[in-house]
């Protein structure tokens, strides 16, 4: 339960495309290995009060070492929206596979590159060791995260809007100045069609700064999934 709850909400395996029968097969080969190595287990009947809460102590410690990953991209996402709405482009959407949801281009492209970075680095099998070294440190148990780990994962989620908000303020900073430029321009000669070259320009130049930027914003990103793997180990007490 612990290892196919990961598996439910880690990034790259929660995804719509891949098939709940990998994600069942990927748990039930983990469990498998896993199981030799594993302390003493406790004798508990299945269907009885301590069997039951148990299983949604183990569910608990699966999903929230994935969600807090989650929020980790949750963050690009967001920062990708912001950046999109500031450079005219809020109306060209797509499907991110990631949440299933529409999502801007730009959100999209930030997406598709974190989650390269994310497979470079060999972040899901960093996951994946965490919890299995976490039967160690967290036996299986009726205990489970307790209440400082929960609010030390809400606070935690305040980065979901301060990260997305650090990765795109260079540009939506920059786009905030063009805009302002073109106003004083508009209101000192109403005569120039000034819409219909701001547009143009701010897109291309949008499009400029997001190229140039995309090396920070990664370095950044990469950052925040080093303290997410500190966080889910202070959960998991590694």
Do not use: C
Request: zero cysteines.
């Amino acid at each position: 339960m612990r290892i196919s709850a990961m598996f439910v909400s880690v990034p790259l395996f929660s995804i719509q495309s891949v098939p709940a029968r990998v994600r069942l097969v990927l748990s039930v080969a983990i469990t498998l290995v896993v199981i030799p190595l594993l302390p003493p287990l406790p004798t508990v009947e299945m269907f009885s009060y301590t069997g039951l809460m148990m299983a949604i102590a183990q569910v608990m410690i699966g999903l929230t070492s994935g969600f807090i990953l989650q929020l980790a991209f949750a963050a690009v996402v967001f920062a990708g929206q912001g950046i999109a709405l500031s450079m005219g482009l809020g109306f060209s959407m797509m499907v991110d596979p990631q949440s299933g949801q529409q999502v801007p281009v730009v959100a999209q492209l930030y997406t598709v590159t974190a989650t390269l970075i994310f497979i470079s680095l060999n972040g899901h099998l960093v996951l994946i060791q965490m919890l299995l070294d976490s039967f160690k440190t967290l036996p299986i148990s009726v205990e489970g995260i307790n209440a400082t780990g929960i609010w030390s994962i809400i606070v935690w989620s305040s980065q979901m809007f301060s990260g997305g908000l650090l990765l795109s303020m260079p540009i939506v900073a920059s786009l905030l100045l063009v805009n302002v430029i073109f106003g004083v321009a508009a209101r000192a000669a109403p005569q120039l069609q000034i819409f219909s070259v701001g547009f143009p320009v701010t897109l291309m130049l949008g499009l400029l700064l997001v190229w140039k930027t995309l090396p920070d914003v990664l370095d950044q990103f990469s950052g925040m999934l080093t303290d997410a793997y500190e966080l889910i180990g202070q959960l998991l007490r590694l």
